[in-house]
């Protein structure tokens, strides 16, 4: 049973919707300014509920406009409209979709897959007001003042461009709303009182020491972005206008800062009271004459601007996040890796996502793309139909195609990725570090679900190595393996790589990306078919290790010694592989590196 009263629940739950609403209210009264909002939410009544306010507080004429993840650079930009301008014989441009929004928002589902190329267009359509089209034979600008409006839905590693965000002032998680909570649409006087904050919005300032109180609780919060301060201080001045105030006060910064500058927390303000506790060896009259000559503020004066806009933003850092900043474990900020997504991306032929056109003529497999080979012929046709001398020809409507206008289509696949573990459970792995070990893939593993990898367990010891897990996806499979893996015998690591490698060119031929991650020591004392013998157990080890790097597979090699071992090290350069001594990593740290070699 909640420890909370049930009237304490629906009183936060009340809470929580009334800064939505007022949230979507803020960003309908000054789209451009504000940058967007970023809702993340899973597809559900909730969230069309929200876009749908949107759209009715946002004035009438004004477009909300959908980007699809697919979408193309002349359909985003803009670009030559191909029909005009075979039909007029001269280059027309055809308005984008950023051009078409101008004066209202752009709505992006499923932003966290978003591409660094559409979110590159987005930001500078934030930052300028404007876009350029320069493509086609055509450099033109057009307006586009608009706001953004990001549907995230990804996974816990899955976000949206971290460039992106930066740029949008508000954000909305839709996780912890009780979904028996019903978000009924703005009302008639709602939707009145944000078009009349709009009108008055161009008189509204903001005072010096409102803007200097939020950039220094943005400070205090630990805020990584400049853009927070300011993107508060638009938050603020479009508070004021939703309140009939010309000028922003204290409120407005209140307002600001819990909406803004809380949920981009990345620790807890100082507190507040410095001072040295009270000397306990003087007198209470010594006392009491120090606290009569203190400086500070008596119990009715005001408190410090600075304070209470620190006071406020604390209050709108989430409740998760309040607790992992307590706790020690700040979300780190700068751009995320695209390593935290599944498989590596490759060009293919046919399949995939298309991401283009290349200007060449069709190879074998190939298709020409006729739309865009006539798109790049068509602002060429005067000059070409003019060169031929003939003036009979420029009145007929047909089309002169060299080969510099070919095109072809460029398709992207996301790989899956297999992640192959090579055990050592030999007697040289002793229990602690194996157990050292069964850590660092259980950590692994656990990003391996989230990113949805396949993963193979392959252990090595006494004369061979054995397949304890064909490649799967259900981590509880896994982890059952890993507990039921026991420690003893010899160390066969030539038959260790060798299965390691089986299997990787197995999932290779199945059209994933393999990474081997080997866990040894590196004292190999069989040779590949069962003799003992330091010296040439070493040499099969490194024979088979020069075979993995010329199969081009990814490989991390992790020295579980007590200490970094020369042997260790040798055979993972032989295998050209990621050396990481295991006493010097965390297995943070060693799944941070899987994800950087699955993603590289």
């Not at 069309?48 to 004429?61: E, F, I, K, Q, T």
């Not at 460039?163 to 009302?187: F, H, M, Q």
């Not at 290349?358 to 080979?373: K, N």
């Not at 004292?523 to 010329?550: F, H």
Request: with cysteine; net charge neutral; aromatic share 2%.
């Amino acid at each position: 049973m909640s420890a909370r009263e049930p009237e304490d629940v629906v009183a936060s739950t009340i809470a929580r919707t009334d800064d939505i609403a007022l949230a979507l209210a803020l960003f309908a009264i000054d789209p451009p300014r504000l940058g967007g909002v970023v809702i993340r939410s899973g597809p559900g009544p909730h969230r069309d509920a929200l876009v749908a306010s949107l759209r009715a507080l946002l004035p009438s004429h004004a477009p909300v406009l959908r980007i699809p993840s697919h979408v193309t650079d002349d359909r985003l930009l803009g670009g030559l409209a191909l029909a005009e301008t075979l039909r007029e014989g001269r280059p027309v441009t055809e308005v984008g979709l950023l051009a078409r929004a101008d004066g209202g928002a752009v709505v992006v589902p499923s932003a966290e897959r978003t591409t660094t190329s559409i979110a590159a267009h987005l930001g500078t359509a934030l930052d300028r007001g404007e876009i350029t089209i320069a493509r086609d034979g055509l450099t033109e600008t057009a307006r586009a003042r608009l706001g953004v409006v990001l549907l995230d839905e990804g996974l816990e590693d899955e976000r949206p461009p971290a460039s992106l965000e930066d740029r949008l002032a508000l954000r909305i998680d839709l996780g912890a709303l009780d979904p028996r909570v019903e978000l009924s649409g703005p009302s008639t006087e709602a939707c009145a009182r944000v078009a009349r904050a709009r009108t008055r919005l161009r008189d509204v300032r903001v005072p010096d020491e409102i803007v200097t109180a939020l950039v220094h609780a943005s400070e205090a919060l630990g805020v990584p972005s400049a853009r927070a301060a300011i993107l508060a201080s638009a938050v603020a001045r479009a508070h004021a206008a939703l309140e009939g105030s010309v000028v922003a006060d204290e409120d407005d910064a209140r307002v600001a800062a819990r909406l803004v500058l809380g949920p981009r927390a990345t620790r807890l303000p100082a507190p507040e009271d410095d001072s040295p506790p009270p000397d306990e060896t003087k007198d209470e009259d010594t006392r009491d004459d120090d606290a009569r000559d203190d400086d500070s503020p008596s119990e009715g004066e005001p408190r410090p601007l600075d304070d209470i806009v620190v006071e406020a933003a604390r209050s709108g850092i989430p409740e998760g996040l309040l607790e992992a900043i307590a706790m020690g474990r700040a979300p780190r900020s700068g751009p995320r890796s695209a390593a935290s997504r599944s498989g590596q991306k490759k060009d293919a032929e046919r399949g995939g996502r298309r991401v283009g056109t290349r200007a060449r003529a069709p190879r074998s497999g190939e298709r020409l793309d006729v739309v865009e080979t006539l798109r790049a012929a068509a602002p060429w046709q005067r000059i070409r139909l003019r060169d031929l001398g003939d003036p009979r020809l420029l009145g007929r409507r047909r089309v002169l195609v060299r080969k510099e206008d070919l095109r072809v289509a460029r398709h992207e696949q996301r790989t899956e990725t297999s992640i192959i573990f090579a055990v050592d459970a030999s007697g040289s792995a002793a229990l602690q570090r194996l157990a050292e070990a069964k850590g660092a893939v259980e950590q692994v593993l656990v990003d391996c679900y989230a990113r949805r990898d396949h993963v193979a367990l392959v252990a090595f010891r006494g004369r061979a190595a054995a397949l304890l897990l064909p490649e799967t996806r259900s981590l509880a499979r896994v982890r059952r393996c890993l507990s039921e893996l026991a420690g003893g015998g010899a160390t066969p690591l030539a038959s260790g790589l060798d299965a390691a490698l089986t299997l990787a060119l197995a999932a290779r031929k199945r059209g994933r990306t393999p990474v081997v991650v080997v866990m040894t020591d590196g004292r190999a004392n069989v040779t590949r078919d069962g003799r003992e013998g330091s010296a040439p157990a070493a040499e099969d080890a490194l024979a088979i290790a020069r075979l993995i790097r010329t199969s081009d597979v990814r490989t991390l090699f992790l020295d579980t010694s007590p200490r970094p071992r020369r042997e260790a090290r040798a055979v993972a350069e032989a295998m050209g592989a990621r050396y990481l001594p295991l006493p010097y990593i965390d297995a943070a740290g060693i799944s941070r590196t899987v994800r950087a070699i699955a993603g590289e």
